[in-house]
């Protein structure tokens, strides 16, 4: 089974987030964004992308996905290749709205999907993140964005 334990957010961008349970996600997230078992589409050029530590270690990885259905759908998961579970994150905006759509807590394999309609001709922010261990150098990480312009 996927996930053991898990919580899904909807985060603003910087990082506040109202938390919910898992089981009632997808009905606390507003539109345009929704939680997915998977994600639509094809991989955007130039993902996957590893996540890194800040000695540049790298572990793990997020995958941004586009499919033109819904006037554009990008969809993102982050990956732990890593045996166990750990607390994992990811967060995708559509750069026109000020609010994100958000998939964290204590997971064995991925976090997400997290999906965003209305893409085709925006652009979007992603972000991710894997906790290892309890120190900062366990912490990986991936930001980036504007991705996947329409």
Do not use: E
Request: charged share 10%.
């Amino acid at each position: 089974m996927k996930k053991t334990l898990g919580l899904a957010a909807l985060a603003a961008f910087a990082g506040a987030a109202l938390v919910t349970p898992a089981a009632q996600a997808a009905p606390s997230t507003p539109a345009p964004y929704k939680l997915v078992s998977s994600c639509p589409g094809s991989s955007v050029s130039g993902f996957p992308k590893v996540l890194t530590n800040r000695l540049g270690d790298t572990q793990g990885s997020v995958h941004l996905y586009y499919s033109s259905v819904n006037g554009g759908t990008n969809c993102a998961m982050v990956y732990d290749n890593a045996s166990g579970s750990h607390q994992m994150s990811v967060t995708l905006r559509r750069a026109n709205l000020s609010y994100a759509g958000s998939d964290s807590g204590v997971y064995t394999t991925y976090a997400g999907g997290v999906a965003v309609t209305g893409t085709a001709d925006t652009c979007v922010y992603l972000s991710a993140s894997l906790q290892m261990g309890p120190y900062s150098v366990d912490r990986f990480s991936y930001s980036g964005g504007p991705l996947a312009c329409g």
